[in-house]
């Protein structure tokens, strides 16, 4: 199956994560990318934020299982980020959460 350049764009953006092991490695990258979100909130979470900055898109949603770009296309999400969604969404990492009622 031939990828659209979005979808190959949100692949290339996660390349970012390829040397990331566990949970606190992923949130290491995204606070020295400055990138911050809400948990529990699919579409900006740190994560879904990330892609969409570096993507330039505004259609992505991270679940424990999936990342979504949009309704047209989907990929499993890798263990360490996998991680790290279950520990944001549980408060693990307070200091990437941009809602002040957090």
């Not at 979470?45 to 949603?61: I, K, R, S």
């Not at 770009?69 to 989907?74: T, V």
């Not at 890798?78 to 959460?97: C, K």
Request: with cysteine.
């Amino acid at each position: 199956m031939d990828l659209s350049e979005g979808q190959q764009a949100t692949l290339s953006a996660l390349d970012q994560f390829d040397e990331c092991t566990t949970a606190d490695e992923v949130a290491q990258v995204l606070r020295e990318k400055g990138i911050k979100g809400d948990p529990m909130i699919a579409c900006s979470c740190p994560l879904a934020n990330f892609l969409d900055q570096e993507t330039g898109d505004m259609v992505h949603f991270v679940t424990t299982t999936t990342i979504d770009r949009g309704m047209d296309w989907s990929t499993a999400i890798p263990e360490p980020l996998r991680q790290f969604v279950l520990a944001f969404d549980r408060n693990g990492y307070p200091d990437l959460i941009t809602r002040s009622d957090a």
